[in-house]
C-alpha cells in the first residue's frame, strides 16, 4: 500500500502546532474567556426576570417579593464581578502565553538562522527576514494575546444565547437569527469568492510593496537629496501608494453592496421581530408571560450584533495571520548547511580548490567556473581580476557561505563539509570589505574575535590593528558604545576594528577583502601595516584591488569571469600572463590619476 504522507498544516491550524507546549495555556484562557461571556449573558436574563416582575405586578409594584428582586439584584453583581474576574484571568493566560510563544518562535527562528549558509543573507532576503522575525511574530503575538480568546467567546456568546431564546420561545428566536445567517452568508461568501479573496490578497501585497519603497525612500534620502529629486520624482513610490489605492478601491467596490446587505439585515432583525412578536402576542393566553419575552428578545436580540462583528473582523485577521505563518515556515525549511556525520579535524592548514564550480543562480551563469588552485600553509596569496571576476565568491566557498555544484575544497586534505561548522570558523578569520560594527561598546565588538579574552588581550589586539589611540580618544574609551554618546568611527577605522577582532581571534587561516572605499593615504598605511602584521606566520588569502599590496606574495591568482586565468608570482605573472600586465597597467595609470584642469575650466556652475 502506498505510504501517504500526513497533510501539512496551514493557517491558524499550523498556528496551534507552533505554539505547541503552550496550549495548555491557550485552552485555559479560551475556557476562561467563555465562562465571562458567559457571566456577560446573565444580567440580560436578570433584567428580563425584574421586567416580567414588574409586568406581573404592575397595579401594585409593592407587592414584588423583595426576596426576588434581591436575588435578581445580587445575581447580577456576581455576574457582573465574575465577567470581570474570568476576563481579566483569561487575559493574563492568553498573554503570558502569547509573550511565551513570541519569545520561543523567534529563538527557533534564530537558531534556524544560524544553521543557514551565510551566503543566504543577502540584502533581500535581510528585508525579508526583518519582516518576518519583527512584524510577523509581533502579529502572531498580538493574535494569541487578544483574538484566540475572544474568537471563542465570539462564537460560545451567541451558541448560549440562540440556545436560551430558543428554549424561551422558538417563532422569535428563528426571526432573531434568520437574518444573522443572511449576514454570514453574505459576507463569508464574499470572503471566499475567489474574486473577493483576491482583492483582499491585493490590498495586502500592495501594502507591503509600498511600506518597503516608504522604507527605501527613508533610507535613501542623502542620495534623493543630493540629487534634487522630489516625492514626486520617486517615481516607484508614488506608483506604490496608487497600486495600493486601486487595491482598496477594488475591494471596497467588491465588498461596498456586501457590506450594505449585511448592515441592511443586521437591522432587519428588530423589524422582524416587532411584528412576529404582535403575531404571536395575539394569540398569547398570557399578556404578562408575553410582552417581558417581546422585551428579552429585543435586549438579547440587539446583543447579539457585536459577537457577530468581531467574528468578522477575527475572520479577516485570520488571513494575515495564515499569510505571516505561512513565511515564518518558509524560513523554517530552508536548506541548513549540512552537519558532517563524522567531523575530521585538518592536520594542516593548506587549502586546495580541485575543479569547484558553483553558480549563484540556475540560470547556469557560473561564478565560478572549474577552478583549481593550492594555498600552501604559511603561504600569501593574492586573488586578483576585474570586478565581478569571482574573487568574493571563492572566498566565501572556502568558509562554506554557499556549496559547490561540483569539485571540492580542502583544508589539510579535508573536504570542508566533513569539518564541523564550528571547527572550519575557528581556523579561519575573515576581514569583510564593508565591516559591520554592533550598537555595542568597543570592547563588546572586538570581543566577537574571542569571547574569552582578557581586557588587556583586547587592547593588544586593537594595538596591533592600530586602532587603540583612536578608541582612547572616544568619550568612555573602550566602553563607548559605538552609535551612542556622539561615537561614531569612519570606514577605515571600522575596518581596524574588523582586523582587531581577527587579531583577536588568532585563526591559523585568514581572508582579507580589501577595501578601496577608504584608501586616504594614512589610513591606507595604517590599514596595510595591520594586514602584514595579521598576515605573519599564518595562511593568508588576500582580495586585492591596489596590485601593490600583493607584489610580494608568495602567489598570485588572476581570476577573470569566473576562470582562473593565470597564477605564479608578481615576477613570473609579468612575464608571462597579458592579462595581469593589463591589470598592472591600469593600476598604475589609476594611481598617477589627476583632475586635468582643462576639467575644471568645463565645470562652471549653472545659472
Ligand atoms: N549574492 C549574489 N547573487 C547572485 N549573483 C551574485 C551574488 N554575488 C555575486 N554575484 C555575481 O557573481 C559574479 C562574481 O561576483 P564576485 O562578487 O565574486 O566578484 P568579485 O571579483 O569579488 O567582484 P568585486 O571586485 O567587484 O568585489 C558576478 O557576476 C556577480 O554579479
Redesign the pocket.
Known amino acids: 500500500m502506498k505510504h501517504k504522507e500526513p497533510k501539512a498544516k496551514a493557517g491558524l491550524f499550523r498556528l496551534m502546532e507552533l505554539a505547541g507546549s503552550r496550549k495548555g495555556q491557550l485552552t485555559g484562557a479560551c475556557a476562561l474567556s467563555v465562562l465571562a461571556a458567559a457571566a456577560r449573558l446573565v444580567p440580560f436574563f436578570t433584567i428580563y426576570g425584574l421586567l416580567r416582575q414588574i409586568v406581573l405586578h404592575y397595579h401594585n409594584l409593592s407587592a414584588i417579593p423583595m426576596s426576588t428582586v434581591l436575588w435578581l439584584v445580587g445575581t447580577t453583581a456576581v455576574a457582573a464581578v465574575a465577567y470581570g474576574g474570568f476576563g481579566f484571568a483569561s487575559s493574563s493566560l492568553s498573554h503570558r502565553a502569547a509573550y511565551n510563544i513570541l519569545y520561543e518562535l523567534r529563538v527557533q527562528l534564530m537558531e534556524k538562522l544560524s544553521r543557514l549558509p551565510a551566503g543566504y543573507f543577502?540584502g533581500t532576503t535581510q528585508g525579508a527576514l526583518k519582516k518576518v522575525v519583527q512584524d510577523d511574530v509581533e502579529q502572531i503575538e498580538e493574535f494569541i494575546a487578544h483574538n484566540i480568546a475572544d474568537t471563542v467567546s465570539a462564537i460560545a456568546l451567541p451558541v448560549f444565547t440562540l440556545a436560551y431564546l430558543f428554549i424561551m420561545d422558538w417563532r422569535l428566536a428563528l426571526c432573531t437569527i434568520f437574518p444573522l445567517v443572511i449576514c454570514i452568508v453574505v459576507l463569508s461568501a464574499g470572503l471566499k469568492n475567489p474574486k473577493g479573496a483576491k482583492t483582499q490578497l491585493d490590498m495586502h501585497e500592495t501594502r507591503e510593496a509600498m511600506n518597503g519603497t516608504i522604507v527605501e525612500y527613508v533610507h535613501g534620502m542623502p542620495v534623493i537629496k543630493v540629487f534634487n529629486r522630489t516625492l514626486s520624482a520617486f517615481g516607484r513610490l508614488g506608483k506604490s501608494i496608487d497600486d495600493f489605492s486601486a487595491a482598496v478601491k477594488r475591494a471596497a467596490y467588491f465588498f461596498a453592496p456586501r457590506m450594505g446587505v449585511y448592515f441592511a439585515a443586521m437591522g432587519a432583525q428588530l423589524l422582524l421581530i416587532l411584528p412576529a412578536g404582535l403575531l404571536i402576542g395575539l394569540n398569547a393566553s398570557s399578556y404578562t408571560d408575553f410582552l417581558p419575552l417581546l422585551l428579552l428578545f429585543f435586549l438579547v436580540g440587539a446583543g447579539l450584533k457585536e459577537p457577530l462583528e468581531n467574528m468578522m473582523a477575527l475572520a479577516l485577521s485570520t488571513k494575515n495571520i495564515a499569510i505571516g505563518v505561512a513565511r515564518i515556515d518558509k524560513i523554517l525549511a530552508e536548506k541548513e548547511i549540512a552537519a558532517p556525520t563524522s567531523s575530521v579535524l585538518p592536520q594542516s592548514c593548506d587549502i586546495t580548490f580541485d575543479h569547484v564550480q558553483f553558480s549563484?543562480?540556475e540560470d547556469g551563469l557560473m561564478?565560478v567556473n572549474d577552478i583549481s588552485f593550492a594555498l600552501r600553509q604559511n603561504t600569501i596569496t593574492g586573488l586578483v581580476?576585474p570586478?565581478?571576476?569571482?574573487?568574493?565568491?571563492v572566498a566565501q566557498l572556502l568558509l562554506r557561505f554557499y556549496e559547490p555544484q561540483a569539485g571540492r575544497i580542502t583544508i589539510g586534505g579535508v573536504d570542508i563539509k566533513d569539518i564541523a561548522p564550528g571547527k572550519l570558523m575557528e581556523n579561519v578569520g575573515y576581514v569583510f570589505q564593508d565591516s559591520v560594527l554592533f550598537r555595542d561598546t568597543v570592547e563588546g565588538n572586538i570581543r566577537m574575535g574571542n569571547s574569552e579574552a582578557t581586557r588587556a588581550e583586547v587592547e593588544a589586539a586593537a594595538k596591533a590593528a592600530a586602532i587603540h589611540d583612536v578608541i582612547m580618544a572616544l568619550p568612555m574609551g573602550y566602553d563607548t558604545v559605538i552609535g551612542e554618546d556622539n561615537a561614531y568611527l569612519s570606514g577605515g577605522e571600522k575596518q581596524r576594528i574588523a582586523i582587531a577582532r581577527v587579531f583577536l581571534k588568532k585563526p591559523p587561516i585568514i581572508l582579507l577583502d580589501e577595501a578601496t572605499a577608504y584608501a586616504d593615504a594614512e589610513n591606507e598605511s595604517l590599514i596595510q601595516e595591520a594586514f602584514a602584521k595579521l598576515a605573519e606566520g599564518k595562511t593568508v588569502l588576500i582580495?586585492a584591488?591596489r596590485l601593490k599590496t600583493i607584489e610580494n606574495a608568495d602567489q598570485i591568482l588572476v581570476?577573470d569571469n569566473?576562470r582562473l586565468m593565470a597564477s605564479g608570482t608578481h615576477g613570473s605573472l609579468l612575464a608571462s600572463s597579458a592579462a595581469y600586465r593589463r591589470m598592472v597597467d591600469a593600476n598604475e595609470r589609476r594611481d598617477t590619476w589627476r583632475i586635468r584642469k582643462t576639467l575644471r575650466k568645463e565645470a562652471a556652475c549653472h545659472a
Open positions: 543577502t549563484y543562480n561564478a581580476g570586478s565581478g571576476g569571482g574573487k568574493s565568491t582580495i584591488h581570476l569566473g
